[in-house]
C-alpha cells in the first residue's frame, strides 16, 4: 500500500513526560518520512489522568506546560499556564493524541472518560 506522505503535518500530544519523549523524536521520523513542515504541540503536566484531562477541558484550567515547535530543525519554546482549550484552537491539528496517567493506567479510566473526549 502506497500513502502519500503530506508535505506539512500538525500534531498536539496532550499528556505526560512519554508525550514529552515521544515528541522530541518525532522531527527526526518525519523528516525521514518526507514531511517538509512540522508543527508540533506538547501539553504536560506530570502524570496527568485522562480524568484530569477530561476536567481540565471542561473548565478550561491554565495548568500545562505547552511545548512547541514549528519546523523540522526541533527548537522548542515553553509556555506556562495554558489550558489545552487554548492549545486546541490554537491551530488546525492533523492529530490530537492523548495520553492517560502512567500512575494507574487505562484499566483504572472509565470507558465514558474516554467517550466524552
Given amino acids: ?26 522531527p527526526k521520523v518525519a ?11 506538547v501539553l504536560y503536566i506530570g502524570g496527568c489522568s ?18 512547541e515547535s514549528v519546523g523540522i530543525d526541533g527548537d522548542w519554546t515553553c509556555t506556562h499556564e495554558v489550558s489545552n482549550v487554548d492549545a486546541i484552537k490554537s491551530d488546525d491539528w492533523d492529530w490530537i493524541a492523548i495520553q492517560h496517567g502512567t500512575k494507574n493506567g487505562s484499566r483504572y479510566t472509565s470507558p465514558e472518560c474516554y467517550e466524552k473526549l
Fill in 50 to 67: 485522562t480524568r484530569r484531562h477530561y476536567s481540565n477541558l471542561i473548565g478550561n484550567v491554565k495548568s500545562y506546560d505547552y511545548y
Fill in 1 to 26: 500500500m502506497n500513502k502519500q506522505i503530506p508535505e506539512t503535518l500538525k500534531i498536539l500530544f496532550v499528556g505526560n513526560s512519554f508525550s514529552v519523549d515521544t515528541a522530541e523524536h518525532l
Fill in 31 to 41: 523528516l525521514s518520512m518526507g514531511v517538509k513542515k512540522l508543527h508540533i504541540g
